[in-house]
């Protein structure tokens, strides 16, 4: 999640960017990966498939280098090019399964209900529902009932930053990047700021960066 969909819940940007700036990360690294994969239920390695959508170049190249990096683990992955409506069926069918790649989730407005809310929890496994890592532990499942309920904001930021930080350590879903994205302003137009983000297009925020030039 970005500083920008928990600002509202976290006090300021401040302290949403330091909280972020304190979880965990994990570098590229081949030993640490086998000895994690060695305590896992597939210490060998294992073979699966990853679907991508075809129209979308960087998924392909995602899919490939996943294949190159994972081969050295005993991790034999298949790329399987589909069309986005075949993704995007077996998506809310709940049948995509193993190394999966959804496209960006993000909140429209600053706060974490709209995304925590439904990637993680119980409730939000199955058919139509997007926690398709089938991912939750008893305390994200208290924590997932206080953010989505109306309440105290010192309240909900603590329940959030319980389920960032068990996310960070158990990584049901590992972000990678987010995508480039062009936009093209008119004649007279520009923005006050270097560029708008994802947050910021999905939000509708992004009109009050516009200033006029003329």
């Keep these: 999640m970005s500083h920008g969909e928990l600002a509202g819940v976290a006090g300021s940007q401040r302290a949403a960017e330091d909280f972020l700036g304190d979880l965990p990360s994990y570098e590229l690294s081949e030993a640490e990966a086998k000895a994690e994969l060695a305590k896992s239920a597939h210490p060998q390695g294992f073979s699966t498939t990853i679907e991508y959508v075809k129209d979308y170049p960087w998924q ?121 994205e062009v936009y093209a302003l008119g004649k007279g137009l520009a923005f006050e700021k270097s560029g708008i983000t994802s947050f910021d297009l999905s939000n509708g925020s992004w009109i009050f960066s516009l200033k006029s030039t003329a």
């Design 60 to 180: 392909e190249l995602t899919v490939l280098n996943l294949q190159r990096n994972l081969k050295p683990l005993g991790v034999k992955i298949t790329p399987k090019p589909v069309t986005a409506n075949q993704w995007y069926a077996k998506f809310f069918k709940h049948e995509l399964t193993g190394i999966t790649l959804p496209f960006g989730f993000g909140a429209s407005y600053p706060d974490p209900a709209p995304l925590l809310g439904k990637l993680v929890g119980k409730a939000n496994i199955g058919p139509q529902k997007i926690n398709i890592a089938n991912w939750t532990t008893p305390d994200v499942e208290k924590a997932q009932q206080v953010i989505t309920t109306a309440g105290p904001d010192a309240t909900r930021w603590t329940a959030t930053r319980t389920i960032l930080t068990q996310v960070a350590d158990q990584v049901p879903y590992v972000p990678l990047f987010t995508e480039d």
